[in-house]
């Protein structure tokens, strides 16, 4: 772990979008660092995980990956390269097989030599515990299949830092579990990653700091025992506590 | 029914089948050329061709192509553009079939998830490796049976060519009925010749249809 | 150019713009036939019954595979021969395109009901509405909206074709206008061009609003 930050999001806003708005948002993460944002739907954590890698252009703010600026239009074919990125909706490609789905980007974005990729992308599908599923077809897959499929398609571009918007929000929660047991084995061998999540116990589990979104503003950030158990601001204790059932008897 | 006239003239009409076929098949692939050419100018928004494609789709598509080939055939040599009849056929078969193949092209690429062509983005594809590895191929099995609609559309409409004295099937026909009166073989010919082109097309496109759908292709894939 | 002003000579205009109202008032009526028509067949389609199905779906793919220009002739020419009726082009013509807008409006009709999930069935079922209520309150109303904007733009593809009627004697906008250009041969020799572009653009004129109109539906409905 160097200290020097891998990802710097500077005074970031974001106006008018249909999943939220981002106000005022700063922070930095170190390499091998696993932050975790939450808050609210419609908070703007989306916004922000897609303003990181310019599939949304922000209106202000700066956003600097490994000290160079990536907000400004500059090649964001590079910065994609770099910055890997899972979805709620899995979206693999439905006309491809698993391992094609897996080969694409590193064999045509990265040009690596197709053998070489397909041995690594089988490796890496045995780890998921996917070995078998090589030449299925994505709609052959259950959910978290997909999910754990998804999981290392990003990974195979061996990217310097992982964006994770709410990948397990559309699973049956038998299956949440076998995905985001993938995600912390990432983050032990030290992938850095920012994530996105619903799930409050697997945040806590996870995560180096927690971010605490609302309204399009950090109120919070702080290690995920003291957030989890000791929120300072009131929306944040509000928040956390839409998680609790009160008894009906 | 008289046998022996059927069986005297249908060498006249398998020649004749051979023509509309061939002018057919010409102005099938050309109007796909065309078409591509045209959903690609609007899907990149390129400036001042984008909106001569829509100008053009939109002529093309509210108006006869009896009318097209008429303004063709008989209008354009007045004012010294001579082409010969089966030039206007494949030509009026063409900037009609161009407009009716971009829209079939278009609601293919439309139909393509947002969520596809960004994940293309995510691992880090160019645009054009995005549109020629994720986005087309989805789209182009979307796009196939409304291609094959076009393609017999197109194949119908080439029976309008008689009326610019092109040899094709209705014109054999007319000829036949003009000159021995044999109206019902000649009519008979007439439909039996359509069938024989037509059905294997339909039923071709109809097999191909299903295989993509079997295949899973198209569609969205979100949710389960 | 100067040609051109063959239109404006004597009654020509007026001629032309008649030949227009003989081309809308047969698709029209074809149109009205198509569709009213088009509602019992599509209705009939859904059914299950494999004889009644096997019927449409050969009328169907007869109307889709064979050219409307032989079925004009077919009826024009070959109903006269076999059975002796003389029937006039316009007659033949409203007969041939009500035979095939009946069966494609029909498709159309039969695709917007089967294209409805059987759960919107199921739930106004679970809200105890009666059969005829789930029809009325939601099921009619969104077949409506899959089906007018694609009934508008079969009723295009009808002004259009009607101008193959021509063929077969009648006079209509296209005839009124090969009439002008042949009458005009040597004062105005270059008059082709220009009367033809004009019918080009009379026709243009015709569909294109419909097919606006029936773009927007399409995009606000969908």
Redesign the interface.
């Given at each position: 772990m160097s200290d020097k930050p891998i990802l710097e999001v500077r005074h970031l806003s974001k106006n008018f979008d249909a999943n939220g708005v981002l106000k005022d948002v700063s922070f930095a993460m170190k390499e091998g660092e696993v932050i975790v944002v939450v808050g609210p739907s419609g908070c703007g954590k989306s916004t922000l995980l897609r303003c990181i890698n310019g599939l949304e252009r922000p209106d202000g703010g700066e956003i600097l990956l490994d000290g160079q600026r990536i907000d400004t239009g500059a090649d964001l074919v590079q910065v994609r390269r770099q910055v890997g990125m899972v979805f709620q909706s899995y979206d693999l490609f439905p006309h491809m097989d698993v391992l094609g789905n897996l080969t694409l980007g590193p064999v045509q974005a990265l040009k690596r030599p197709k053998p070489e990729v397909e041995a690594e992308a089988e490796q890496a599908l045995a780890r998921v515990g996917l070995a078998e599923k090589a030449k299925s077809l994505p709609r052959q897959l259950s959910g978290g299949q997909k999910q754990r499929v998804a999981l290392v398609r990003a990974m195979l571009m061996h990217p310097r830092l992982l964006l994770l918007d709410e990948i397990t929000a559309a699973l049956d929660p038998e299956m949440v579990r076998e995905v985001l047991n993938v995600v912390l084995d990432l983050a032990r061998e030290g992938m850095t990653m920012l994530i996105v999540t619903h799930e409050m116990r697997f945040a806590e589990a996870v995560a180096d700091r927690v971010l605490f979104l609302e309204g399009g503003l950090v109120l919070e950030e702080a290690p995920p025992k003291q957030f989890f158990h000791h929120p300072q601001t009131e929306r944040a204790q509000q928040f956390l506590n839409t998680f609790e059932f009160d008894a009906v008897r | 029914m008289d046998m022996d006239f059927i069986q005297r003239f249908t060498p006249m009409y398998v020649k004749a089948a051979g023509l509309t076929l061939r002018i057919g098949a010409i102005g099938i692939l050309l109007s796909l050329a065309v078409g591509a050419l045209c959903c690609l100018a609007r899907w990149y928004r390129v400036p001042v061709l984008k909106q001569i494609a829509s100008a053009y789709i939109e002529l093309a598509r509210n108006t006869p192509l009896l009318v097209q080939l008429f303004f063709l055939y008989f209008g354009l040599p007045k004012v010294g553009v001579k082409l010969s009849a089966e030039a206007c056929a494949i030509t009026g078969l063409t900037f009609l079939g161009g407009a009716y193949m971009a829209e079939a092209l278009r609601s293919g690429l439309e139909a393509v998830d947002r969520a596809q062509t960004e994940s293309g983005m995510c691992i880090g594809l160019t645009p054009l490796q995005n549109m020629r590895f994720v986005i087309l191929p989805q789209a182009l099995a979307t796009a196939v049976p409304a291609i094959g609609a076009n393609a017999i559309f197109l194949i119908k409409e080439t029976s309008v060519f008689s009326a610019v004295a092109l040899a094709d099937l209705m014109y054999v026909a007319k000829d036949l009925i003009g000159m021995y009166y044999k109206t019902d073989e000649a009519l008979l010919m007439l439909t039996v010749a359509y069938l024989t082109l037509l059905l294997p097309v339909s039923i071709a496109f109809s097999l191909w249809e299903r295989r993509l759908r079997y295949a899973g292709f198209g569609g969205s894939v979100q949710g389960q | 150019m100067q040609d051109l002003a063959v239109l404006f000579k004597g009654n020509n205009l007026a001629r032309l713009l008649g030949g227009l109202g003989v081309t809308l008032k047969l698709s029209l009526l074809s149109v009205a036939l198509s569709v009213a028509l088009g509602l019992i067949v599509g209705a009939l389609m859904t059914l299950k019954n494999p004889v009644v199905r096997a019927f449409f779906r050969l009328w169907l793919?007869t109307v889709?595979?064979?050219?409307?220009?032989?079925l004009l002739?077919?009826v024009y020419?070959?109903l006269?021969?076999?059975f002796n009726i003389q029937i006039s082009g316009e007659t033949a013509a409203v007969a041939v395109f009500t035979f095939w807008g009946a069966g494609e409006m029909g498709d159309l009709v039969r695709g917007a009901i089967t294209s409805i999930p059987v759960h919107q069935r199921e739930s106004s079922a679970a809200l105890g509405l009666t059969r005829g209520q789930c029809w009325r309150f939601v099921l009619l109303p969104q077949a409506a909206r899959r089906l007018v904007p694609q009934a508008i733009n079969l009723a295009?593809r009808m002004i259009?074709?009607?101008?193959?009627v021509?063929?077969i004697g009648v006079v209509e906008v296209?005839k009124v206008?090969?009439q002008i250009?042949d009458a005009a041969r040597y004062d105005a020799?270059?008059?082709?061009?220009?009367?033809?572009?004009v019918?080009?653009f009379l026709?243009?004129l015709a569909?294109?609003p419909i097919?606006l109109v029936a773009g927007r539906l399409e995009k606000r409905w969908a």
């Open positions: - | - | 793919e889709r595979i064979v050219p409307q220009l032989v002739f077919l020419f070959g006269a021969k076999a295009t259009k074709t009607t101008s193959l021509m063929l296209l206008g090969s250009i020799p270059q008059a082709a061009v220009w009367i033809y572009a019918v080009f026709y243009f569909c294109w097919s």
